[in-house]
């Protein structure tokens, strides 16, 4: 059973775009929700987490928004560059504990 | 060190033989976590520890797969009679304390059983 579910699996956005990932959780158990972005043949690299008392935080072009309601959560990536190109995964965790990825999208930036 | 350091980077073993691979955490951290990756497939976890404790074992696949921090610090998964199936990245991360805090991943080791 897939804790974490994300969509879309990949996405193409011509530069500048405002690509948006989104993923979706059932464990009301959950406290910390990181997006990490991994490059072809590197360890995937943390670039933003959120708490669930906060609906919304930004980090330079990267925000995160969250809907503990709708057990939801999204990454948005402003004035998307082509080095954004790269396979984004959502994760989730509680306590501590291992974390719950996501299946990953992979993002596709046209120069 | 400056980051998560993995090693070997790349492994082929022959269908059968044992391997073992390595995570060196980022200095002072307490948590260290093993995932496998399958080719385009997200992060699965296999293992947590904190400090040299194994606190949670449950997402090892099999009794073939064992993992040790015996002193804290540095992490062997050790595979034994790998199997076909055992082909993956294997992730390596670390992160300051226990509680959901940020997490830090090495590169990985790709396993190639042939």
């Known amino acids: 059973q897939q804790q974490v579910k994300q969509s879309p699996q990949s996405l193409i956005v011509q530069k500048g775009g405002i690509p948006i990932i989104n993923c979706a959780y059932e464990?009301?158990?959950?406290?910390?929700f990181p997006w990490y972005q991994q490059f072809p043949g590197k360890g995937p690299a943390l670039l933003i987490a959120?708490?669930?008392?906060?609906s919304e935080k930004k980090e330079g072009r990267f925000t995160i928004s969250f809907n503990k309601s709708a057990k939801q959560f999204s990454l948005h990536i402003m004035d998307s560059q082509p080095g954004d190109s790269a396979t984004y995964f959502c994760?989730?965790?509680?306590?501590?504990?291992?974390?719950?990825f996501g299946t990953g999208t992979s993002l596709t930036v046209i120069p | 060190g400056a980051g998560v350091s993995q090693s070997p980077r790349y492994k082929v073993a022959k269908r059968g033989q044992d391997v073992a691979l390595r995570c060196d955490p980022i200095?002072?951290?307490?948590?260290l976590f093993w995932y496998q990756q399958a080719l385009g497939q997200g992060p699965e976890f296999l293992t947590y520890?904190?400090?040299?404790?194994?606190?949670?074992k449950s997402g090892l696949p099999s009794d073939r797969f064992f993992a040790e921090r015996p002193e804290g610090s540095v992490s062997t998964l050790k595979i034994q009679r790998t199997q076909q199936e055992d082909s993956a990245v294997y992730l390596c991360?670390?992160?300051?304390?226990?509680?959901?805090?940020?997490?830090?991943f090495g590169q990985g080791t790709r396993l190639t059983v042939v």
């Open positions: 991360a670390s992160s300051l304390k226990g509680g959901s805090t940020e997490a830090f």
């Open positions: 464990n009301t158990a959950f406290d910390y």
């Open positions: 959120i708490r669930p008392d906060v």
């Open positions: 994760a989730a965790s509680s306590a501590g504990n291992q974390f719950y």
């Open positions: 200095s002072g951290h307490v948590s």
């Open positions: 520890f904190q400090n040299e404790a194994q606190l949670d």
